[in-house]
């Protein structure tokens, strides 16, 4: 059974750092790629970069470039999304997804994490 | 970047009834159309691929039609559990990014 696990919820300062995790099972995790989607409270999925933990290609909305950092660790099939310096509009639920198909193509997301939230508050 | 546009934001329909959903894309996205549903507290299910594909164990009353710029997803036979929250969301096949629309909330009515 294919299945992504996310870390748990984390409240925060703005300005601290943070690191989120999503681990894949039941299947390959190095050939698919894994997105990361934010929705703020109350609004609409927001597609933040991809990466494929095959070999670390990574890919950042523009929107997002420069604001998070993604990673991954194949060799325990996992995925990151971290912050260096949080800000109260990073406060989110985040998941993580995987984009059905392979290496060179995606039809979208066919398995999602179960969300984690981040609260950002002074 | 390419912007999805869906409507209406909220549509009111019977329970029972036809539910008819609308999703345009700002440039040609060919068939690269994808649907999902989000119930409260929960992450988005896949729902339909390549604009018209259901995924895997999604009821036959879903179904989406479109391509190039204008797509819909039709439920038939509306049921209580189908009041939720749809997205639209483009796809590129590759590298596979995405965007996604802002969603329609169907209430009952």
């Known amino acids: 059974e294919v299945q992504l696990v996310q870390s748990g919820a984390e409240v925060k300062k703005p300005g601290e750092s943070l690191k989120i995790s999503c681990k894949g099972s039941?299947?390959?995790?190095?050939?698919?790629?894994i997105a990361w989607v934010r929705q703020m409270p109350g609004k609409g999925l927001e597609s933040m970069g991809i990466?494929?933990?095959?070999?670390?290609?990574?890919r950042y909305n523009p929107s997002f470039q420069g604001q998070v950092t993604i990673s991954a660790d194949k060799s325990i099939s996992t995925a990151y999304l971290q912050w260096s310096s949080l800000k109260a509009s990073d406060t989110a639920m985040y998941f993580c997804?995987?984009?059905?198909?392979?290496?060179?193509?995606?039809?979208?997301?066919?398995?999602w994490g179960q969300g984690t939230l981040v609260t950002v508050s002074s | 970047e390419i912007v999805m546009t869906q409507s209406p934001a909220t549509l009111s329909v019977s329970p029972g009834e036809r539910a008819t959903l609308s999703c345009g894309a700002s440039q040609n996205v060919g068939n690269n159309l994808a649907w999902y549903q989000q119930k409260p507290g929960q992450a988005p299910r896949l729902l339909i691929y390549?604009?018209?594909t259901r995924a895997a164990g999604i009821p036959a009353r879903f179904s989406g039609s479109g391509s190039g710029t204008e797509f819909t997803l039709t439920i038939s036979s509306l049921q209580s559990e189908d009041f939720v929250v749809y997205y639209c969301?483009?796809?590129?096949?590759?590298?596979?990014?995405?965007?996604f629309g802002q969603g329609t909330k169907l209430e009952i009515k």
């Open positions: 390549g604009a018209s």
């Open positions: 997804a995987r984009i059905t198909g392979s290496r060179y193509v995606g039809y979208g997301n066919d398995f």
């Open positions: 969301q483009q796809y590129n096949k590759w590298p596979p990014e995405s965007t």
């Open positions: 039941g299947y390959g995790f190095g050939s698919y790629w």
């Open positions: 990466i494929y933990p095959g070999d670390s290609d990574i």
